[in-house]
């Protein structure tokens, strides 16, 4: 199993670009996530979903825009990229637990690290 | 509301123990553990659930007080690879959180020869 694979890796925006992040799981999760993580700081959800076609927003959702048509498939839109959105992005699932609140393992991919100039 | 980790630091030598703490403001249901090495992604450690169970993950250990709402996580006899970031990350309480998760903002460990 690859787990949770994103792609770019490394991607230079210049300030008013688009761009998506793309993130794809291979473990059937029903739960996926998107966060950010700036610079000597913790991670930061931006969007979740929480299977195909459902989707919700995060702690820091402005500026971008997830869909989810799939169950593997969980891309992230930057629209009109700023200088504010320089971060690493990390894309991660976890498997359905039927509602008790206690979560599980979050499987985080490799990173995407971006830089708005 | 992000669960407060300290000390935001720490710097050992080999061999030498250290204990990072997780406290929240609201009530827990569980707390999680993770370790992010430079430039990698966060890699799960173990997951504390209600009851004050303490886990073991080879000399990492933990312990939940849901009662005092902190977590703590127990390095003993550190290595070299324990170096990182340590995340705690709570879960939304009050409903169902979906697996979503609140981190901390984070315990850069260095363990020095």
């Known amino acids: 199993n690859a787990g949770v694979t994103q792609t770019p890796k490394f991607r230079i925006l210049k300030i008013g670009q688009s761009m998506t992040l793309q993130c794809a799981q291979d473990m059937n999760h029903n739960y996926m996530y998107w966060y950010r993580q700036d610079p000597g700081m913790g991670l930061k959800l931006i969007y979740y979903s929480v299977g195909a076609g459902i989707t919700d927003k995060g702690e820091v959702p402005n500026g971008y825009n997830v869909s989810r048509s799939t169950t593997e498939d969980f891309p992230l839109r930057l629209e009109l990229a700023a200088p504010s959105q320089t971060s690493v992005y990390f894309c991660?699932?976890?498997?359905?637990?039927?509602?008790?609140?206690?979560?599980?393992?979050?499987?985080f991919g490799e990173g995407s690290w971006l830089t708005v100039v | 509301q992000q669960p407060v980790q300290s000390p935001q630091a720490v710097i050992l030598r080999e061999g030498e123990d250290a204990v990072i703490n997780c406290s929240s403001s609201?009530?827990?249901?569980?707390v999680h553990w993770y370790r992010q090495k430079h430039g990698e992604a966060p890699v799960f450690l173990m997951i504390l659930l209600k009851g004050g169970e303490q886990k073991g993950h080879e000399k990492i250990s933990a312990s939940f007080n849901e009662k005092k709402q902190q977590s703590s996580l127990y390095l003993t006899a550190s290595q070299l690879s324990y170096s990182g970031t340590y995340f705690c990350?709570?879960?939304?309480?009050?409903?169902?959180?979906?697996?979503?998760?609140?981190f901390g903002q984070g315990t850069i460990l260095t363990v020095h020869p």
């Open positions: 990350g709570t879960p939304n309480a009050g409903g169902t959180s979906y697996g979503k998760l609140t």
């Open positions: 609201k009530a827990l249901y569980s």
């Open positions: 991660a699932s976890s498997r359905r637990t039927g509602g008790v609140p206690s979560g599980n393992t979050i499987y």
